[in-house]
């Protein structure tokens, strides 16, 4: 089962779902995690998705965690049938407990995809918010850093520096699409080899230091559309796996997105 973990809709911006499913369909992917943009706390659109495609989707809400109900809009959003909630590392509630936002998302059950830079994943505070909620499954989004490639020798180390947070068992990593790591090679049109093996060795690493069990393929669809496209970036993080046994495939590209969002196993 192919999963998605990381894609947006919305009919205001991006793309309507249809055109989503339409890749899914040409593809083979089974099933995507609905992730909500940043700063749209109106979730209900994800919500209909999930009902009128059943099985097909999880949604991950936006919400402002600072607002005085913000405990009060998670629960309701649980009730309602969320999988997960996207925060920022720095996210923290207003009042005498900053990490109350977090220990609620725990205590519905609740995933985090969580959206940042490798700057504030690898900030000391960070480390120390994964140690106050064990219990809460945080899935860094694009490798641990922001939707860009790595220009220069400081952003490699700094992305590999964010594998560290392997240590943590509650954390996971989403994996994109190799365009949004490295930049096309110059000669790629010419000669097919797209990325170069700078991509593929932050792939390798991530498999080392998490495991497969705490890594999921995620295409950020539609942003996908301007690097290599939805297939491609499927295609393309398949061919590094395949010398790796069929169990990391599978958990890669859809087993360990099921266990996190839909809780199955």
Known sequence: MLIDSHAHVSPVWYEPVET?????????????????????????????CVHAYPGRFASVVWIDPAAPDALQTLARLAAAGAAGVRLRPGARSPGADPLAIWKAVEACGLAVSCIGNA?????????????????????????????????????GELRYTVLRLARFGNVSLKVPGLGELVRRAPTALRDGKTFGGAAAALLEAAIAAFSAQRLMWGSDFPVVSS?????????????CLLDHPAAVREAILGGTARRVFWKET
């Open 20 to 48: 989503l499913l339409d890749q899914m369909a040409r593809h083979g992917v089974t099933r995507a995690v609905l992730t909500q943009m940043i700063g749209q706390v109106d979730n209900r659109y994800q919500m209909e």
């Open 119 to 155: 700057e504030a994943f690898t900030e000391p505070a960070f480390a120390e918010l994964l140690q106050a909620v064990p219990a809460l499954q945080v899935v860094l989004e694009h490798l641990g850093d922001t939707s860009k490639p790595m220009e220069t020798e400081a952003d």
């Open 227 to 239: 690097r290599e496209g939805y297939g491609n970036a499927l295609a393309l993080v398949r061919e």
